[in-house]
């Protein structure tokens, strides 16, 4: 390290675990502590106090040269109030996490959507870096998306820009829990890929690999027997990358992007699906405006939430007033 470099701490705060990183003014990320997470604004309090104490304390890091602290998180967020309004698989509800965090560290604090903070991380330094317009789709238990347009980060008027696993791609398909039909979540998500696939083969569809406990069955899963040459996991995920293909399809035709990076659990197998994926969108939309589009896989993977999650404190003046603080 260098004795003037600065650094943030960046948290991507998960249903399952929670990710705290030190994270350098180049976007790097020097270290990092993982813990399961616990529900609760109490222990959650605790939870993520003790993770950002273990790491500074790791990496003996002088207070002055933190510049802040950023929060990636799932749920419906209030950026500007930092707060975290309704999380279900966090148990939290109109939870200050800005107010805990400020009193106790002194710092300040930028909190993000998940997928907005994996935007930011792409276009600062991923595979949006140097682009002015560029979409990041999370795939992984559910589907979200982060959109950059012209520059600026489009979070909407209460944070809730980018519900793409939410749009509809069949009016007749099923009833999603947020009370549409056919969402692009009920087809292309982790938990849409494993129901799917346990439906199929209770239904007499067959696979050399799966054939009992089929309610222990995972999308992982699905990936692994892909690989491995299995014609029903094969057939599965190509249709995974239709699905998302068409949704991608109507971002494209909305906001005239640059990029659509794909990141997220299941985009970790993106060979099995980025096929579909790019020939779907070839296929049916507008080829004007599809053809100079790179639809490519994350380059920051698992760090994406994380290191995005700190970008506004390292941002130049200009990328600073486009984004929101």
């Excluded at 698989?89 to 200050?96: A, D, K, M, S, T």
């Excluded at 009833?175 to 056919?182: A, E, M, R, W």
Aim: aromatic share 6%; net charge negative.
């Amino acid at each position: 390290m260098k004795a003037t470099e600065e650094f943030a701490i960046g948290l991507d705060i998960g249903g399952t675990k929670i990710l705290s990183a030190l994270v350098s003014e180049n976007g790097e990320v020097v270290s990092k502590i993982q813990c399961d997470t616990k529900g609760g604004a109490e222990n959650f309090s605790q939870q993520i106090i003790f993770a950002i104490e273990s790491l500074l304390e790791k990496d003996a890091i002088e207070m002055n040269r933190i510049k802040g602290i950023g929060i990636a998180t799932a749920g419906v967020i209030d950026s500007k109030k930092k707060e975290i309004l309704y999380a279900s698989n966090l148990g939290l509800e109109n939870f200050q996490i800005g107010n805990v965090l400020e009193r106790r560290f002194g710092l300040p604090v930028q909190l993000y959507n998940d997928a907005n903070a994996a935007a930011v991380g792409e276009w600062l330094w991923g595979s949006g870096k140097g682009k002015h317009n560029l979409i990041y789709i999370t795939v992984s238990t559910g589907i979200g998306a982060g959109i950059i347009s012209n520059d600026s980060l489009l979070t909407g008027s209460h944070d809730s820009a980018g519900e793409f696993g939410h749009i509809s791609i069949n009016l007749h398909g099923p009833v999603c829990p947020c009370g549409n039909k056919g969402c692009l979540e009920n087809y292309a998500s982790g938990t849409a890929i494993a129901d799917i696939a346990r439906q199929r083969l209770a239904n007499g569809e067959v696979s050399l690999y799966f054939t009992e406990e089929l309610d222990q069955l995972t999308a992982v899963d699905i990936c692994a027997t892909a690989k491995m040459g299995d014609s029903f996991s094969i057939g599965l995920l190509k249709e995974v990358g239709e699905s998302l293909g068409l949704g991608i399809i109507n971002l494209i035709h909305l906001f005239n992007t640059e990029a659509v990076i794909l990141g997220g659990g299941v985009m970790s197998e993106s060979e099995l699906i980025l096929p579909s994926i790019r020939s779907t969108v070839q296929k049916h939309g507008i080829q004007s405006m599809v053809e100079q589009v790179k639809i490519e896989k994350s380059t920051l993977g698992s760090y994406a939430c994380v290191v995005g999650a700190t970008g506004l404190f390292f941002c130049k003046a200009d990328e600073l007033a486009a984004l929101p603080h």
